[in-house]
């Protein structure tokens, strides 16, 4: 479930690296080369505090990038890096990446799907579950279970900004809801 949607900048950058991408055939190369980065950023606060310095210069961001990922990167993502260096755009890597790999996902008709339940799932529910979501939004969904037992049974489906909740518990609230409307007529 993310909580943060990537700036407008960081998807047209995204969507101009996964452009770039596609014409060379390098879409799926660039996505897990964007998450080891993302890894490497993760797990280094201080280089990414470095990255996204405004007060640091071009040139010296740029060397330090050449001395950390010359050679390890695909020649399309080190010319990205340098191009993000020049724009003072490297903090904005983690959205980047983010913005990619949605983009990616919609190119492959992926969607994420995040599905809450009072208990954890077996893997064939899980899987029934990943199959009429797919089926009903004709598209391959990708199944994040969540548990939250105050739901008490059914489960609560969200899927981009649209959400179906199946629960028991708010059946129960609408069921309430209307027994006190009846009783004030």
């Avoid at 996505?31 to 280094?44: F, H, K, S, T």
């Avoid at 913005?99 to 995040?114: C, N, P, R, S, T």
């Amino acid at each position: 479930m993310k909580e943060v949607h990537p700036s407008s900048s960081a998807v047209a950058y995204a969507t101009a690296l996964i452009e770039l991408a596609n014409e060379r055939q390098l879409t799926q190369p660039i996505a897990e080369e964007l998450g080891g980065l993302r890894q490497v950023l993760a797990e280094n606060p201080s280089f990414r505090a470095f990255l996204a310095d405004p007060s640091i210069g071009e040139a010296e961001r740029t060397q330090v990038l050449k001395k950390v990922f010359e050679g390890k990167l695909q020649p399309l993502l080190d010319h990205f890096m340098k191009l993000l260096a020049a724009k003072g755009k490297l903090g904005q890597l983690d959205q980047i990446a983010d913005a990619y790999d949605d983009l990616l996902d919609e190119q492959l008709g992926k969607i994420d799907v995040d599905v809450t339940v009072a208990q954890k799932l077996t893997p064939d529910q899980l899987e029934q579950v990943r199959q009429k979501v797919s089926a009903a939004l004709n598209k391959d969904a990708v199944v994040h279970q969540y548990v939250d037992d105050s739901i008490i049974g059914g489960l609560i489906l969200r899927v981009q900004d649209k959400l179906i909740d199946a629960s028991v518990k708010t059946q129960i609230q609408k069921l309430r809801e209307q027994l006190l409307s009846a009783q004030k007529k």
